[in-house]
C-alpha cells in the first residue's frame, strides 16, 4: 500500500476503503505505519463532522419550515380566532376586529354581567347581521326572522347542537334533549311528548299545581301577618322546583326541605341547589368561550361547576333508582290519576345516566321559564313605568267576568285569560328568559337575502356556528317596531279586541320549527294560574318601582338581586 498521498478519486475510494476496516484488525495488521494511522484516524473524524453536519443542516431546515408554518398561521389569524374558518362573506361582512389568535374571545367577555347587553351592544354597533371568531370555531350572528325560519324550518335538518353545545353543556345535560340530536333528540322528543298529553295535563299536572298553590297561598298569608319583605323570584324558583319534584317524580320527601308554609323556610336552600345556582354564571360564560376547560382550570371554576353539578345529579339519580327499585318490586303508574316524566321516560330505557339527563333537562328549563318569566311579569305590573296599565285591576276584573273568582285555575282556564295572556306573552317576548341560543352546520349553507337591509346572501361553512340573541331580536325596531323596546301588552291585540299571533320566528322566546318549547304551553298555564291565585287574594307592594331591573348572568334570564316585595292581605272577598 503507497503511503503518499492519494488523489482524488483514489482518495474517495481509499476513505471508502478504509472505513471497512475494523481499528482493531488495523492496528494488527503491521501493514500500516504510524503515518497511515493517523490518516485513518483523520477520515474517521472527518465522516463523523459530516453526520453532525447533515442532522444540523436538517434540523435548520425542520427550524425553517417550523417558523415559516408559524408565519403563516400567525398571519391567517392575525385577527381572528385560532383554526377558525376563513370567512366566505369578507367583501361586504361586518364585524368587531379579532385579536391575535383569540379572536374575538375579549368581545364577548360580558364581565360577570349578563350576556344579553353585551349582545344588544354589540346589535347597535353592527346591525342584525355580522361574524365573530374564537378559537376554533366562526360565529355567524343572525338576529332577523328570516334567517331563524331557515334554519329552523327550510334547512333544518342542516342545523344541529353539534360536538360544541356537547362540549359546552355534555357535563350538565349529559345526553339530554338539549345536546342531542338525530334520532336521539327524536326519540327524547316523542317521550316527552306523551308526558304532556292534554289527559296528563289535565289529572296529574293539574293536581300537583293545585297541591303546591296551597302551600304557597298560605305561606304569603303568614308573610302578609309578618309585613315581611320577600324575594319573589328567589320563592317562585322554590315553588317550582318543589312543583317539578311532584309532576317529574310524585316526590314529596325531598321538597319539604325547600318550602313550607313557614316563612322560617326562606332562610335556607338545601346544599344540591345552592351548589347548582352559583354554577350557572360559569356555565352561561362557556357557551361563548371554546378554550373554557384551560380558563377554568386557571380560575378554578372548574372545580364549582363540577361540584354543582354532581351535587345536582346525585339528588335526581338517586330518585331514578328509588323508582327502579320500585319497579322491581311490582310499582306500576296509574294512568287514571296520571303519569310522571320518569314514568313515560321509563317506557323507553331505565339507564340511569341517560334518564337523569333526560329529567334534568326538563327541570332545568320548566323551573327557570316559569319562576323568572313570572318574577318579570310581576315587576312589570307593579313598576312605575307601566303604572298607566293598570294590569292587576284588569286582570282581577278579567277573573270575575270569566266567573274563575275561586278556587285555582284549571288547565283549560288560562286560555279564556285573553289580557292575561298577553301580558304573559309581552312579558316573555321583552324579558325573554332564553336570551340566547345557537346551533352548527352540518355542512356548507347559503342564508337568504334580507333586502330591506341591502344584505345579500350568507355563505355559511360546515362546523360554522350560527348565533341568535331573542333579548337582540325583542328589541329590534326593524322587527316589532318603534316602541320596541317598551312594554306593552296591547300589541297583542287588533284594533277590535281579537288576538294577535304572530310568527314564531318573530317571537322567537319559544324558540320555533321541530325543536320549538315542548313546556311552553305547560309554563304559560303554571304563569298565569300563579299570579291570579296571588292577586286573587292579596295587594302586592314592590319594594322598589322606579328601578331599573337588570338581568341576571346565568344560562337563564332571571332579574338581577331578585325582585323584592310585600304583600298585603286584600280585604275584600275572594
Known sequence: MPSGPLSGASAQWGHDKR?????????????????????????????????????????????????VSAAVICWIYRKEGFWSSSS?????????????????????DAKGESSAKLWFALYKRYGPAYELT???YRMHIINHPAYLEHIQKTNHKNYVRGAFARLVFGELHRTGIFVADGKEWQFQRKAATRAFSKQNFETHITASLHHWLDILMRLLHNLAKRDQAFDLQELLQRFLFCLFLRIAFHEEDLARGVLSDDPEC??????????????????????????????????????????????????????????????????????????????????????????????FSFLNAGRDTTAYTTAWMVKEMYHKDNLHLDAARKMRAELEEQGLNSGYLDY??????????????????????????????????????????????????????????????????????????????????????????????????????????????????????????ILRRFDIVLQDPVKEYEPLAALNMGIKDGLWIKVKEQTRGV
Open 412 to 533: 283549560a282556564d288560562a286560555p279564556k285569560l285573553k289580557f292575561a295572556n298577553a301580558m304573559w306573552d309581552e312579558t316573555a317576548r321583552l324579558d325573554t328568559v332564553a336570551p340566547a341560543g345557537q346551533m352548527e352546520a352540518a355542512e356548507d349553507d347559503t342564508l337568504p337575502a334580507i333586502p330591506e337591509f341591502n344584505i345579500p346572501p350568507r355563505k355559511i361553512k360546515k362546523g360554522d356556528l350560527v348565533a341568535f340573541q331573542n333579548y337582540v331580536i325583542s328589541r329590534m325596531p326593524e322587527v316589532w317596531g318603534e316602541d320596541a323596546t317598551v312594554f306593552n301588552p296591547n300589541r297583542w291585540f287588533k284594533s277590535n279586541g281579537e288576538g294577535i299571533s304572530y310568527s314564531p320566528f318573530k317571537y322567537h322566546s319559544w324558540n320555533a320549527g321541530p325543536r320549538s318549547c315542548l313546556g311552553r304551553a305547560l309554563a304559560t298555564y303554571e304563569g298565569i294560574a300563579i299570579v291570579s291565585a
Open 134 to 136: 374564537i378559537p376554533f
Open 88 to 108: 366566505a362573506n369578507a367583501t361586504w361582512i361586518g364585524g368587531p376586529r379579532g385579536r391575535f389568535l383569540r379572536g374575538n374571545t375579549r368581545d364577548l
Open 19 to 67: 472505513m471497512s476496516v475494523k481499528p482493531s484488525q488495523a492496528e494488527n495488521s503491521g501493514n500500516l505505519d504510524s503515518s497511515n494511522m493517523n490518516r485513518l484516524v483523520e477520515f474517521r473524524r472527518e465522516d463523523q463532522f459530516s453526520l453532525l453536519d447533515v442532522g444540523w443542516i436538517g434540523l435548520k431546515l425542520f427550524a425553517g419550515v417550523l417558523a
Open 266 to 359: 326562606l332562610k335556607s336552600i338545601p346544599e344540591f341547589v345552592e351548589a347548582y345556582d352559583k354554577a350557572h354564571p360559569m356555565l352561561d360564560r362557556r357557551r361563548r368561550d371554546s378554550l373554557w376547560k384551560l380558563n377554568e382550570r386557571l380560575s378554578g371554576d372548574d372545580k364549582v361547576t363540577s361540584a354543582g353539578i354532581a351535587s345536582f345529579y346525585g339528588v335526581i339519580d338517586g330518585l331514578i333508582k328509588k323508582r327502579l327499585d320500585a319497579v322491581a318490586n311490582g310499582y306500576k303508574p296509574n294512568p287514571d290519576v296520571g303519569v310522571d316524566l320518569l314514568d313515560v321516560f321509563l317506557q323507553s330505557t331505565t339507564d340511569i345516566y341517560t334518564l337523569g339527563g333526560m329529567v
